[in-house]
């Protein structure tokens, strides 16, 4: 049974970091395509970054981009994200997902990936 478990949520003023994990368990990790998606209240689940099997090809939506860097350690079957400079707007529950079809991020879309984590809190205050 594959399972993902996110941690590090919390909250934090303005201008702070986080740094978000996801452990995977129940299947040869390094083999897969691994996402970070967010959902704000009222808001649909969107896209923040996601990473190749190997940890090269990596891409990250617009509004994180430059803030915020996912990385993956494929020994300890976690995959990061390192969330700086955080924003108000950047309050969401925030999910780590798994696409075992593609070698390479695909075009962000929840469908493309299979596998997913019960979400960790993210809160930045003004």
């Known amino acids: 049974q594959v399972r993902l478990v996110e941690s590090g949520g919390g909250l934090v003023q303005a201008g702070g970091s986080l740094r978000l994990s996801c452990t995977v368990s129940g299947r040869t990790f390094s083999s897969d395509v691994m996402g970070w998606f967010r959902q704000a209240p009222g808001k649909e689940r969107e896209f923040a970054a996601a990473?190749?099997?190997?940890?090269?090809?990596?891409g990250y939506a617009d509004s994180v981009k430059g803030r915020f860097t996912i990385s993956r350690d494929n020994a300890k079957s976690t995959v990061f994200l390192q969330m700086n400079n955080l924003k108000p707007e950047d309050t969401a529950v925030y999910y780590c997902a798994l696409d075992d079809h593609h070698m390479s991020p695909g075009l962000g879309r929840p469908s493309e990936y299979n596998y997913w984590g019960q979400g960790t809190q993210v809160t930045v205050s003004s």
């Open positions: 990473i190749s099997w190997s940890g090269g090809p990596t």
